[in-house]
Each structure stands twice: as structure tokens, then as C-alpha cells.
């Protein structure tokens, strides 16, 4: 039986990016995603449904050999903190159900299944961190945070466990700091105030800024994420059996991004109505991140600083972007 790689939330928006890298590389894949597919490649079977659903899971690992899982399922942020109990259902439920089948699967099958899981700078808290270790204190205070911490010691166990035999999961993890898209404009996460913003300015709109000017986080660009993921799982031996990594491509406050943005778009607007709830929680989010161990294990680049960031590549994207799609 052929490997297959299985990416769960493939049409959110790291999944789908995640699904394309791999399929232009001519990887047989699964999709599974709760909508339907805005993509289609002939290399990926596309499955409806919900990673809740233990019938499809079941079925998805006991009719393919999956030797890796993308999982990118997920509430975010902001909509977990509305939504608690199905957070819970998804983000951990969910998150553990996958990991046990895909912990089986490979006892099943005599092999180690590397397995992504995308956490977040929400683990961290309850005050605010500049240079943020993996190893620092860790009290979140969200819904989300508390989700994604859940999962990571889970399956951080689980895959020390399994190391000692050399079958089952190989679990490996990001905490993503905001996430900038030229092509998409998200919603319901706590730094998507930036990419908001952006795309404001580039189609000539004014933005309502929920969070204080002064409000700084760590933010990578959607592509330097993807290839931080990829590049992850393709590294072959870990300095150590704890495989949780931090990235970021730079740090900044909202202020600063509306400067930026004003010396290209001369009558772009930001006001500020602080939303009690986005501030609280970004003010127990670090401000920085320290990726050295990211670079020790696979030579992550986070050299790029916050003009050339937005500069040099997202605001030329996103024009690019709207120009092809008016």
C-alpha cells in the first residue's frame, strides 16, 4: 500500500497552503475539512467531515497507510472564547482522538507517523514575555491557549513513549505567532489586527484597530510559516526528544504597522477602540519570540526585520493579489 499524508483543516488557511506545497511535489494525499474544497488537485482525495468524527477518522486510517499527518483543525482564538465547550470537543477531543489513531496506525503498520501540530504563542502567560523560550513559564489564560497546551504535553508524551521503540507517533510542533497572508484576511484570532490592516490600507479603507497602538507581537508571513512547517518535518534527528519549537519573522506594535503602511498609502486611517477582550489577551501573549532552537535544528531564518517584512514582500503580495483577482 502507497504512504499517504493526511492534512485535517485543509481549507483554513494554513492548511490549504500546506496541501498545495505538497501536492505540487507530487505527494499522494487526503483532505479532510468540515466544507468543501475551493482547490483540486488529482493528487488528493478530498473527504467532508469533522476530525470529531471517529467513523471517518477510523475510516481514513484503516482503508490508506498514512505515514504523515498535517493537523490544522481548529477553533481559534477569539471563537473559542465564545464558544468554550465546543473548543474543548474540537480542539482537544478531536486533537486527541487523531493522535491516538494515528499512535495505533503506526504500531499497526510497523512504522513511526510524523504528526504536525500547529500551537500557539496563547500557551504562554499570564504576563506578557519578551523573548519567549520554549521552556518558559507557561499559564495560559484563554480558552485557546489552554486547548493547545492540552495537546502539546499529550502529545509530547505520547511521542517520548514511542521513541523508545521506534514505532507509533513522532510528534512535532510550532507555536505560530500571528500569521500574515497577502491572500486572505482572517478573522476570530487575536493578531489578525495586522493583516487587517494591510488589506485595508492596500484597498483604500479605513481600520478600526481593537487592540492599544502600543500592543507589540511576533508575526511570520504565511509563506516563511509553511516552509517552517515542511522543513520541520523533514528533519530526520532531534537534539533532544521535546520537539516544540517557537518561530517568528519579526515583532512589532500596531503603531508601528500604521506608520509603515501611511508612508505608502498617504490617506490610510487607523482609529483605536480597544475591545476589552482582544486587549487582555494580548497583553498575556509574548511580545518576542527566541527561535534558537529552531535554527539549531533545522536552520530557521528569522533575519528578515519589520520594514523589509512589510515592505519588501507583503505589501507587493497583497497589491499583487488584488490586482489579479478585481
Same mark, same amino acid.
Given at each position: 500500500?502507497?504512504?499517504?499524508?493526511?492534512?485535517?483543516?485543509?481549507?483554513?488557511?494554513?492548511?490549504?497552503?500546506?496541501?498545495?506545497?505538497?501536492?505540487?511535489?507530487?505527494?499522494?494525499?487526503?483532505?479532510?475539512?468540515?466544507?468543501?474544497?475551493?482547490?483540486?488537485?488529482?493528487?488528493?482525495?478530498?473527504?467532508?467531515?469533522?476530525?470529531?468524527?471517529?467513523?471517518?477518522?477510523?475510516?481514513?486510517?484503516?482503508?490508506?497507510?498514512?505515514?504523515?499527518?498535517?493537523?490544522?483543525?481548529?477553533?481559534?482564538?477569539?471563537?473559542?472564547?465564545?464558544?468554550?465547550?465546543?473548543?474543548?470537543?474540537?480542539?482537544?477531543?478531536?486533537?486527541?482522538?487523531?493522535?491516538?489513531?494515528?499512535?495505533?496506525?503506526?504500531?499497526? =503498520?510497523? &512504522?513511526? #507517523? +510524523?504528526? @504536525?501540530?500547529? *500551537?500557539?504563542?496563547?500557551?504562554?502567560?499570564?504576563?506578557?514575555?519578551?523573548? !519567549?523560550?520554549?521552556?518558559?513559564?507557561?499559564?495560559?489564560?484563554?480558552?485557546?491557549?489552554?486547548?493547545?497546551?492540552?495537546?502539546?504535553?499529550?502529545?509530547?508524551?505520547?511521542?517520548?513513549?514511542?521513541?523508545?521503540?521506534?514505532?507509533?507517533?513522532?510528534?512535532?510542533?510550532?507555536?505560530?505567532?500571528?500569521?500574515?497572508?497577502?491572500?486572505?484576511?482572517?478573522?476570530?484570532?487575536?493578531?489578525?489586527?495586522?493583516?487587517?490592516?494591510?488589506?485595508?490600507?492596500?484597498?483604500?479603507?479605513?481600520?478600526?484597530?481593537?487592540?492599544?497602538?502600543?500592543?507589540?507581537?511576533?508575526?511570520?508571513?504565511?509563506?516563511?510559516?509553511?516552509?517552517?512547517?515542511? =522543513?520541520? &518535518?523533514? #528533519? +530526520?534527528? @532531534?537534539?533532544? *526528544?521535546?520537539?516544540?519549537?517557537?518561530?517568528?519573522?519579526?515583532?512589532?506594535? !500596531?503603531?508601528?504597522?500604521?506608520?509603515?503602511?501611511?508612508?505608502?498609502?498617504?490617506?490610510?486611517?487607523?482609529?483605536?477602540?480597544?475591545?476589552?477582550?482582544?486587549?487582555?489577551?494580548?497583553?498575556?501573549?509574548?511580545?518576542?519570540?527566541?527561535?534558537?532552537?529552531?535554527?539549531?535544528?533545522?536552520?530557521?531564518?528569522?533575519?528578515?526585520?519589520?520594514?523589509?517584512?512589510?515592505?519588501?514582500?507583503?505589501?507587493?503580495?497583497?497589491?499583487?493579489?488584488?490586482?489579479?483577482?478585481?
Amino acid at each position: 500500500m502507497k504512504n499517504k499524508i493526511l492534512i485535517t483543516g485543509s481549507n483554513g488557511e494554513i492548511g490549504n497552503e500546506v496541501l498545495s506545497y505538497l501536492a505540487k511535489e507530487n505527494n499522494d494525499l487526503i483532505a479532510l475539512d468540515i466544507n468543501h474544497s475551493n482547490t483540486k488537485f488529482e493528487n488528493v482525495s478530498y473527504v467532508k467531515g469533522s476530525i470529531i468524527d471517529e467513523k471517518i477518522i477510523d475510516e481514513i486510517f484503516s482503508e490508506n497507510q498514512i505515514s504523515e499527518v498535517y493537523h490544522f483543525a481548529a477553533l481559534l482564538s477569539q471563537t473559542a472564547a465564545k464558544e468554550p465547550k465546543n473548543a474543548k470537543k474540537v480542539n482537544e477531543l478531536g486533537s486527541q482522538l487523531l493522535i491516538n489513531r494515528t499512535q495505533k496506525h503506526g504500531f499497526d =503498520n510497523n &512504522m513511526s #507517523v +510524523k504528526f @504536525f501540530f500547529p *500551537s500557539s504563542i496563547a500557551v504562554y502567560g499570564p504576563r506578557k514575555l519578551d523573548n !519567549a523560550s520554549e521552556q518558559d513559564i507557561m499559564m495560559p489564560t484563554t480558552v485557546y491557549g489552554k486547548n493547545k497546551l492540552v495537546i502539546e504535553q499529550y502529545g509530547t508524551k505520547k511521542n517520548i513513549e514511542d521513541e523508545k521503540v521506534g514505532l507509533g507517533i513522532d510528534f512535532r510542533v510550532i507555536r505560530l505567532p500571528g500569521v500574515i497572508s497577502p491572500n486572505k484576511i482572517p478573522f476570530g484570532g487575536t493578531t489578525d489586527f495586522a493583516p487587517q490592516m494591510i488589506h485595508a490600507a492596500i484597498k483604500g479603507e479605513n481600520f478600526i484597530c481593537r487592540v492599544s497602538d502600543d500592543t507589540s507581537l511576533p508575526f511570520i508571513s504565511l509563506e516563511k510559516a509553511v516552509l517552517a512547517i515542511i =522543513n520541520l &518535518m523533514r #528533519v +530526520k534527528e @532531534f537534539d533532544s *526528544s521535546y520537539k516544540v519549537f517557537n518561530v517568528e519573522e519579526s515583532h512589532f506594535c !500596531a503603531k508601528q504597522l500604521e506608520v509603515l503602511l501611511k508612508k505608502h498609502f498617504n490617506s490610510f486611517k487607523v482609529d483605536y477602540i480597544i475591545d476589552d477582550m482582544f486587549q487582555s489577551v494580548a497583553e498575556t501573549w509574548p511580545s518576542s519570540l527566541n527561535c534558537d532552537s529552531a535554527k539549531k535544528n533545522w536552520n530557521f531564518n528569522d533575519s528578515k526585520n519589520f520594514e523589509q517584512l512589510i515592505e519588501n514582500e507583503l505589501i507587493p503580495l497583497t497589491k499583487n493579489y488584488y490586482e489579479n483577482n478585481r
